[in-house]
């Protein structure tokens, strides 16, 4: 059995492989792949990372979200917030 501790003994069937380098610099935005087909997500773990990192920023900003709390059984979908002109969709 593979140990997860040691990436040299993920079998070939599990591993990424890609056939190019990606140039990250001119990328303004990044994707996760949230439905299952590349890696099995703690999803519970995960969005409640997401939410307290952008909270934190929110804060940071100056934003009135510091009562709102992380609720996991409410609906998660994606939120796209333009830095730039200030929309959330």
Do not use: C
């Amino acid at each position: 059995m593979a140990n997860a501790s040691d990436p040299t003994s993920v079998p070939p069937e599990r591993k990424v492989y890609a056939n190019r380098t990606l140039n990250l610099r001119s990328i303004a935005a990044v994707g996760y792949d949230m439905d299952y087909t590349l890696i099995h997500y703690r999803v519970d773990h995960w969005e409640r990372q997401a939410y307290g990192h952008i909270r934190r920023h929110l804060l940071d900003d100056g934003w009135p979200v510091a009562y709102l709390e992380f609720e996991p059984d409410l609906v998660t979908r994606g939120l796209v917030i333009d830095t730039e002109l200030g929309n959330i969709v």
